[in-house]
């Protein structure tokens, strides 16, 4: 059992500190900017919560961030009262929040000027895997901080990969999101041209989903998007959020994404269709209007 921190309890960060708790066996401390959240998780798990990242990180051995974007990220941590002023010596800062490598590799440097450690560590596996305790979680830091920290990790995770030196997870993370940009918006071209063409989708997708076609988004999105629902998932906001720090390093170093670069503009299109916190299959619903 551990001493640990974890700092946001969002959509994904509060079901992720209640596997820590509750799987884990751990001592848990937990913060969160709008205090009624964290007084809510310590009423459903037990545990304690503070009142700023610092003090949360207090005496921790783990201590766990999942919030928004890199400015959310160095306000927890390296701005006032964030967690980095009170990281014990060997104390490792593990940060789920999906952000830039830059950001990652910024905070390595700022954990190790204290003798702390950190780990990148963003997920893949959405709302469900968080509640399910079966994320994807993709590391970045050093071999043997990695292996120390990876029993704690694996309380909210299916698989738990170091692809490298700080920043690695974040880079890993990339390659996730550029994946998922063609393949949905390809999904979303093969339902659009189903449906044109008079085809039942629920019987076209459950023949070619066991070809070569199948994907996850397949498996799981097809219904809903035939069915029109987007209130749900994975938001069109965040989406942007990933793609704009994916095309950033690609400017960075020199990969070429084209199909990328458009489908970002094609859920531009869908933000202004109203469908910010649409799930990022309404990628149809553009092709649709
Ligand atoms: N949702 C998904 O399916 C999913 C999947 C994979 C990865 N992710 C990534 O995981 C991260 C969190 O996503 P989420 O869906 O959990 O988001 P969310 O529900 O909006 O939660 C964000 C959390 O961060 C906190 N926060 C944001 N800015 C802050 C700041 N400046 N200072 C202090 N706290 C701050 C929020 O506090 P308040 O409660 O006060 O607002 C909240 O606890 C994002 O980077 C996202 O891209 C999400």
């Not at 079901?15 to 969160?32: E, F, I, Q, S, W």
């Not at 990652?104 to 702390?116: H, I, K, P, S, Y």
């Not at 071209?189 to 019987?203: M, N, P, T, Y």
């Not at 219904?223 to 938001?235: L, P, Q, R, V």
């Amino acid at each position: 059992m551990a001493k640990v921190a974890f700092i946001g309890l969002g959509v994904m960060g509060y079901p992720m500190a209640g596997h820590l708790r509750v799987k884990g066996g751990h001592d848990l401390t937990v913060y969160n900017r709008t205090a009624a959240k964290a007084e809510k998780w310590v009423a459903q798990f037990g545990g304690n919560a503070a009142t700023t990242p610092a003090q949360a990180a207090d005496g921790a051995d783990y201590v766990f961030c999942c919030v928004g974007n890199d400015d959310d990220l160095r306000s927890v941590t390296t701005g006032k009262a964030g967690a980095f002023e009170a990281l014990k010596a060997g104390a490792v800062f593990i940060d789920n929040t999906t952000a830039s490598a830059d950001v990652a590799r910024e905070l390595d440097a700022a954990a190790t000027a204290v003798g702390a450690h950190f780990i990148d560590a963003p997920v893949s596996g959405g709302q469900a895997g968080a509640e399910n305790g079966v994320l994807t979680v993709m590391c970045g830091g050093q071999a043997d901080i990695f292996e120390r920290a990876k029993p704690v990790i694996d309380a909210y995770a299916r698989m738990v990969g170091l692809m490298g030196p700080a920043g690695s997870g974040q880079l890993t993370k990339m390659v996730n999101q550029i994946c998922i940009a063609g393949l949905v918006q390809g999904l979303a071209e093969g339902i659009h041209f189903g449906k044109k063409s008079g085809l039942d989708i629920e019987a076209v997708i459950d023949v070619i989903s066991k070809g070569a076609a199948g994907s996850w988004q397949m498996e799981n999105r097809h219904k809903t998007m035939n069915a029109g629902k987007y209130d749900f998932g994975f938001a069109v906001d965040w989406m942007r959020k990933d793609l704009d720090i994916v095309l950033a390093e690609a400017r960075h170093n020199g990969a070429r994404l084209p199909v990328t670069a458009l489908v970002d503009q094609f859920y531009a299109e869908v933000q202004s269709l109203g469908g910010k916190r649409w799930d990022t299959s309404s990628l149809l619903a553009r092709l649709e209007k």
